[in-house]
């Protein structure tokens, strides 16, 4: 082990010889430069919006689109939920089937159905920095109880 560390002391050391450390700091500057200023731009992506409608959790697959900034800072807040009131959404009762794994029988169940464009409306007034594109197919979910 300690061979091994003085061999790449010793790379190490005439690598220097041929990089200086002054031309690796502004390589590493102009990098950040670079990425800042990219990030000014505007970008189209793909993102899962987790959402509550009254105590029900779905995720939403969403194409949306913003400067990188606003997209990267989503990014690392996607953790926190969405509440949306389902009186704020137009939506159906339908009957499902649904299978039973236990018993490999098929139940009817009845499912709210929620239009796919009252979410991306309800979703869009909740995102003020980015502009929701469209919403993919998300589950249906269970009559909420009153």
């Not at 220097?16 to 700091?25: C, D, E, H, K, T």
């Not at 950040?32 to 919006?49: A, E, G, Q, V």
Request: glycine letters at 6%; proline letters at 3%; aromatic letters at 10%.
């Amino acid at each position: 082990m300690k061979r091994l560390f003085a061999l790449l002391k010793v790379g190490l050391q005439k690598l220097r010889n041929y990089i200086s450390p002054v031309f690796v700091a502004l390589l590493v500057i102009s990098f950040s430069l670079w990425y800042i200023s990219k990030l000014n731009y505007t970008y189209t992506t793909d993102f899962n919006i987790k959402v509550k409608v009254n105590g029900e959790r779905i995720i939403v697959p969403c194409v949306v689109e913003g400067k990188g900034s606003n997209l990267i800072g989503y990014g690392f807040y996607s953790s926190r939920r969405v509440s949306i009131p389902l009186s704020e959404l137009n939506y159906d009762i339908v009957e499902v089937e649904v299978e039973d794994e236990g018993t490999n029988t098929i139940n009817h169940e009845m499912k709210v159905r929620i239009s796919p464009i009252s979410m991306q409306d309800a979703l869009s007034i909740r995102f003020s920095n980015i502009k929701i594109v469209s919403v993919g197919d998300f589950n249906d979910i269970d009559i909420p109880n009153k």
